[in-house]
């Protein structure tokens, strides 16, 4: 049998390359030559803000002229004169008398029980708010409409007929008498009535702008905190506190500068002892009834000044509270 010979390995490969080296070279096209053309940079046009430009609205026309004269005719009757007055009385009286009257014994334990009573209600709010921010944002349950609509029932109750309905409550013959009379706890006419009062007053003040931040920052971030194996406490304070803290402390500021100013259920459910129950704007008010006038006046510059601290203070959180 006649062996048979192998062709050489890769000899296809190598008569491939001499067959298209022997042929021969084809002409490479032409190649278009383009005139790139520099590009002029556009044009800057004007941009207006939204709303038009702010001059365009400045100009007065005359609707706007007296809609501006009214707000301020308004403002200056309503706020800016009261304070003048206040103010010009003040100096008509002499600083001297005046420094006596804010002075005295009777004034001092007045606006001491008065700050007591603010920094009790600033206390129990920030506790109360919370709590109640929590369950109004966070749980859902039958009758949580009705719990919603009853905090706010506190900004429509005069604060005379709540002091009459504590003390029939509370008082001498009241609902709850036998029991108070079995603890020996007196309420009405003595100081536990002035935290009553004040407490109800500044009820709804925290809870709403607890309850108002809560809904906004949502609970995305308590939920990775517990999916990261975080306790319910340590999720409270280190994430669900920090998120609430500028709601807090503006809620806190309102609940302050409401339990100032509060008049007429102190004066229903304490009585306006002097000595006992008598708080700042009782003791106002006392003043101006026996003729006291320097007393009476020095004092209430006292607590404008404190409350026009308290709402400069809620200015610059709320502009912070704006900004982040």
């Not at 940079?41 to 501006?68: C, H, Q, S």
């Not at 005295?104 to 334990?109: E, F």
Request: charged letters at 15%; hydrophobic letters at 55%.
């Amino acid at each position: 049998m006649a062996s048979s010979i192998r062709p050489p390995l890769f000899a296809s490969s190598a008569l491939r390359t001499r067959d298209l080296e022997d042929e021969p070279a084809q002409p490479r096209p032409a190649t278009l030559e383009v005139d790139v053309i520099p590009r002029e940079p556009m044009p800057k046009l004007p941009i207006e803000p939204v709303g038009g430009d702010p001059r365009a609205r400045a100009n007065w026309t005359p609707a706007r002229v007296i809609v501006f004269a009214g707000v301020l005719l308004y403002i200056g009757a309503v706020l800016l004169l009261p304070l003048a007055a206040l103010a010009f009385e003040a100096a008509r009286l002499g600083y001297t008398a005046i420094a006596r009257g804010i002075t005295s014994a009777a004034a001092l334990s007045a606006l001491k029980q008065t700050l007591l009573l603010t920094a009790i209600a600033v206390v129990c709010n920030g506790i109360f708010g919370i709590a109640a921010g929590l369950v109004l944002v966070r749980q859902r349950f039958r009758g949580i409409a009705v719990l919603d609509a009853t905090i706010d029932l506190v900004l429509a109750v005069s604060p005379v007929m709540s002091g009459l309905a504590f003390l029939l409550l509370v008082g001498r013959n009241g609902w709850l008498a036998p029991v108070l009379q079995a603890l020996d706890l007196r309420v009405a006419f003595a100081f536990p009535g002035l935290v009553l009062a004040t407490l109800f007053v500044t009820l709804p003040f925290t809870v709403r702008e607890v309850s108002y931040v809560l809904a906004e920052v949502g609970n995305d971030e308590e939920h990775v905190a517990a999916t990261l194996g975080s306790s319910p406490w340590r999720t409270f304070f280190r994430v669900t506190l920090p998120n609430i803290r500028r709601g807090l402390t503006l809620g806190l500021t309102l609940t302050a500068a409401r339990a100032l100013g509060e008049f007429g259920a102190v004066l229903v459910l304490g009585g306006a002892i002097a000595g006992r129950t008598d708080t700042a704007t009782t003791f106002i008010y006392g003043a101006l009834e026996e003729r006291n006038d320097a007393a009476a006046f020095g004092l209430a510059i006292v607590l404008a000044l404190v409350s026009m601290g308290f709402l400069i203070t809620l200015e610059n959180l709320r502009k912070k509270r704006a900004r982040s």
